[in-house]
């Protein structure tokens, strides 16, 4: 007796907790974590699709890799007993500066797809984006979230469509414009190439063995409406009513002669501002601020396309240096945590933004798991502020970091 009443007074019991997304988010403490858990419950293919990047994955590893080459200068006694993250983007308020990536086929991962996403965003007060290739419609996220949406724009050969989908996300108060421009052609991305990974997924043996060992995603799969292309659907021959290759798909429908000049078509109907997603050098950086671009997206799709491309951090300080203060920066790729943020924006970005950690956690616990991932980035973000003597984001500055040797 006495022996179990001194281990109860040194041993706390913790709470049960039934609720099963709440036990595994429990476990959870990093991205990594997500994209363990993401990987256990998604089928093989789909983890791949998310997951993987161009070729031998060498740009794909240095995205993150590269911030771990950075390392603080830690100013102490600063009186941090008033930390604030938030910021504005192109003039709207944001509670930090981090923006959700457009990414595509985003049901893939859960029947509410870029709904979760989008509703979790807005919870957070975060800028939120749609990509041409989403699962959900322009009319149907506008409808469940009333936060900052930006609308990515893949530029197809059938350029009335392009110039409809701008004009019904206008419509619908969307406020920036994402033109993604390094995908000419799709990146070889051999996960996929092995998997014979189509969009919808084509339903063959080895998926359905797949499935089985997945039964909580393919229960999902199955009981949810089919996933297509929402803005597209009956418009194009693509359009995920039948399973293509993504690499077919972009062959087929991307126009390989998009150029500088398309920006000015594109004003023609957007006064909003446009961020050049996939800005790889400076010279880029410095012709797009020229034609009057409000936005720089440094990024390689997230290791996606041309396998050995600079990585997004890299980029960041020598174009700022050309630009000076002018065009917004953001750091695009392998952000996985709120010290990269403080990184990214110590060296020149006006903000970052993110993809896989928001489908890691899609994949991982639904829509708790975004507003989840994002908590973790807030604290993280804080937490570096608090620990090397910032207080505002317009504190962090250069002399807070410095690249390793
Ligand atoms: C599964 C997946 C799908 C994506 N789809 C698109 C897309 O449709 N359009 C686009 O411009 N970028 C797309 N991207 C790239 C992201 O917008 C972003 O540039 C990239 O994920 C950033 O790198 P990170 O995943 O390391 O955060 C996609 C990325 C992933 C992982």
């Given at each position: 007796?006495?022996?179990?009443?001194?281990?109860?007074?040194?041993?706390?019991?913790?709470?049960?907790?039934?609720?099963?997304?709440?036990?595994?988010?429990?476990?959870?403490?990093?991205?990594?974590?997500?994209?363990?858990?993401?990987?256990?419950?998604?089928?093989?293919?789909?983890?791949?699709?998310?997951?993987?990047?161009?070729?031998?994955?060498?740009?794909?590893?240095?995205?993150t890799r590269d911030f771990s080459d950075i390392e603080f200068r830690p100013r102490v006694l600063r009186d941090v007993s008033d930390v604030d993250t938030s910021?504005?983007?192109?003039?709207?308020?944001?509670?930090?500066?981090?923006?959700?990536?457009?990414?595509?086929?985003?049901?893939?991962?859960?029947?509410?797809?870029?709904?979760?996403?989008?509703?979790?965003?807005?919870?957070?007060?975060?800028?939120?984006?749609?990509?041409?290739?989403?699962?959900?419609?322009?009319?149907?996220?506008?409808?469940?979230?009333?936060?900052?949406?930006?609308?990515?724009?893949?530029?197809?050969?059938?350029?009335?469509?392009?110039?409809?989908?701008?004009?019904?996300?206008?419509?619908?108060?969307?406020?920036?414009?994402?033109?993604?421009?390094?995908?000419?052609?799709?990146?070889?991305?051999?996960?996929?190439?092995?998997?014979?990974?189509?969009?919808?997924?084509?339903?063959?043996?080895?998926?359905?063995?797949?499935?089985?060992?997945?039964?909580?995603?393919?229960?999902?799969?199955?009981?949810?409406?089919?996933?297509?292309?929402?803005?597209?659907?009956?418009?194009?021959?693509?359009?995920?009513?039948?399973?293509?290759?993504?690499?077919?798909?972009?062959?087929?429908?991307?126009?390989?002669?998009?150029?500088?000049?398309?920006?000015?078509?594109?004003?023609?109907?957007?006064?909003?501002?446009?961020?050049?997603?996939?800005?790889?050098?400076?010279?880029?950086?410095?012709?797009?601020?020229?034609?009057?671009?409000?936005?720089?997206?440094?990024?390689?799709?997230?290791?996606?396309?041309?396998?050995?491309?600079?990585?997004?951090?890299?980029?960041?300080?020598?174009?700022?240096?050309?630009?000076?203060?002018?065009?917004?920066?953001?750091?695009?790729?392998?952000?996985?945590?709120?010290?990269?943020?403080?990184?990214?924006?110590?060296?020149?970005?006006?903000?970052?933004?993110?993809?896989?950690?928001?489908?890691?956690?899609?994949?991982?616990?639904?829509?708790?798991?975004?507003?989840?991932?994002?908590?973790?980035?807030?604290?993280?973000?804080?937490?570096?502020?608090?620990?090397?003597?910032?207080?505002?984001?317009?504190?962090?500055?250069?002399?807070?970091?410095?690249?390793?040797?």
């Open positions: 007796m006495g022996m179990i009443q001194t281990f109860r007074s040194v041993v706390q019991f913790d709470s049960i907790t039934l609720d099963p997304v709440e036990r595994r988010l429990k476990k959870i403490a990093s991205i990594d974590d997500y994209r363990k858990v993401a990987k256990r419950r998604l089928p093989f293919g789909v983890f791949d699709y998310i997951d993987g990047g161009a070729e031998d994955e060498r740009t794909l590893q240095r995205n910021t504005s983007i192109f003039g709207r308020p944001a509670s930090m500066p981090l923006i959700l990536a457009p990414t595509g086929f985003t049901r893939i991962a859960h029947s509410q797809g870029e709904l979760a996403v989008a509703r979790a965003a807005a919870r957070a007060s975060l800028p939120w984006s749609l990509s041409t290739m989403g699962t959900r419609s322009i009319e149907e996220v506008a409808a469940v979230s009333d936060g900052d949406k930006w609308f990515q724009v893949y530029t197809w050969k059938d350029r009335g469509l392009v110039r409809e989908l701008v004009e019904r996300a206008r419509h619908a108060g969307f406020t920036a414009l994402w033109l993604t421009v390094d995908t000419a052609v799709l990146g070889r991305r051999e996960r996929d190439v092995r998997r014979g990974m189509t969009l919808p997924p084509k339903i063959g043996l080895g998926t359905i063995l797949d499935g089985a060992i997945h039964p909580w995603w393919t229960l999902d799969f199955l009981r949810n409406e089919p996933i297509t292309f929402a803005n597209v659907v009956g418009r194009n021959e693509d359009d995920g009513t039948t399973a293509v290759s993504l690499a077919e798909h972009v062959a087929r429908q991307f126009d390989q002669a998009l150029s500088w000049d398309d920006i000015d078509w594109l004003r023609t109907f957007w006064d909003g501002p446009i961020v050049l997603k996939g800005i790889q050098t400076v010279a880029d950086a410095k012709q797009a601020v020229a034609l009057g671009v409000e936005g720089i997206g440094l990024s390689n799709h997230g290791g996606r396309q041309l396998d050995d491309a600079p990585t997004p951090i890299s980029l960041v300080e020598p174009v700022r240096q050309e630009l000076g203060a002018d065009a917004t920066i953001i750091c695009d790729g392998g952000v996985r945590r709120g010290s990269d943020i403080v990184k990214a924006i110590a060296l020149g970005a006006d903000a970052v933004s993110i993809g896989r950690p928001y489908f890691y956690a899609l994949g991982a616990a639904g829509e708790r798991g975004v507003d989840h991932m994002l908590a973790f980035m807030r604290d993280g973000l804080h937490r570096t502020m608090a620990l090397s003597g910032v207080r505002s984001i317009a504190e962090i500055d250069r002399d807070l970091v410095q690249w390793k040797r």
